[in-house]
């Protein structure tokens, strides 16, 4: 079990793997190269969002209004490219970006400063979110119509046979894997989870790494905002409703700890991609999607049980035998 929390990653992908052939014994075109790409794709907007909800859980936190930041950006980024066509794209993702960080740190600051439970503030912040969403839209679709070309087509021109899509989700792992590995303030997302009151003794300020974790996991719900409406060419109160349940499904299954300062880029990436294999796989082998939800259920149990007992503290048991001795 300890040799199975240390590679969590490695067992994860065998997993994967085992699935993707098991489905491709009946319908072998499932495991060409070119179809995982499109799955890969077509769940590249989750595995974004549980990189940037990964940086949350880490400092023992949780950002459950991702989904609804998601929604709010990505229906005023439509708004802004229906009201200004001729706004360049790259201007409306930065805008979305920009919004999407400051519904981050809002979360961030009443965390931080009035020290309220995370899930308490992004439990009341989903639902702010999605209301303001409805107010800002008067309750409207921003449909295909009212969306130019360059905004709907961007994603979806290809660079050396990918999509723009897939690229931006590469693009945003290796960002995230500098970050977490080569950067202090990755150094001390860790260290608040691990141990937040030796972290305070060793000069890192706790309230402030959580407060940048949420900013940047709000930055990525608002990349993700316009990555969702260009790709699905609609904006509506509904986006996303529900999805900030498959984004911690993703981070958990792919071994982030809930107790925080456990947990990888690379899990997270697979845990996205595993969630995306199974709701790839079940509906073309008939099984119905509501097994999708049983089985994506089991897989976070037994995530959080393998946690659990890889994180078990063997010190009592070293004192034990020191104690005997």
Sequence with gaps: M???AKHREVWLAAAIALLVMLVAVRFPGFARPDNLLTVFNDYSILVILALGQMAVILTRSIDLSMASNLA????VVAMTNAAFPGLPVPLLIVQAMAIGAALGAFNGALVWKLAIPPIVVTLGTLTIFRGATFVVSGG???NADAMSPAFISLQRAEVLGLPVLSWIAIITIAAFFVLMTRTSLGRSIYAAGVNPTASVYAGIDVGRTKFLAFCLSGMVAGLCG????SRYVIASTEVANGYEL???AACVIGGVSIAGGVGSVGGAVLGALFLGVIGSALPVINVSPFWQLAISGGAIILAVVLNARGEKNKGRIILKKAATA
């Design 140 to 142: 409207a679709w921003v």
């Design 246 to 248: 498959q984004i911690v």
């Design 226 to 229: 316009y990555l969702w409406v």
């Design 2 to 4: 300890k040799s199975l």
């Design 72 to 75: 709010f950006t990505g229906m």
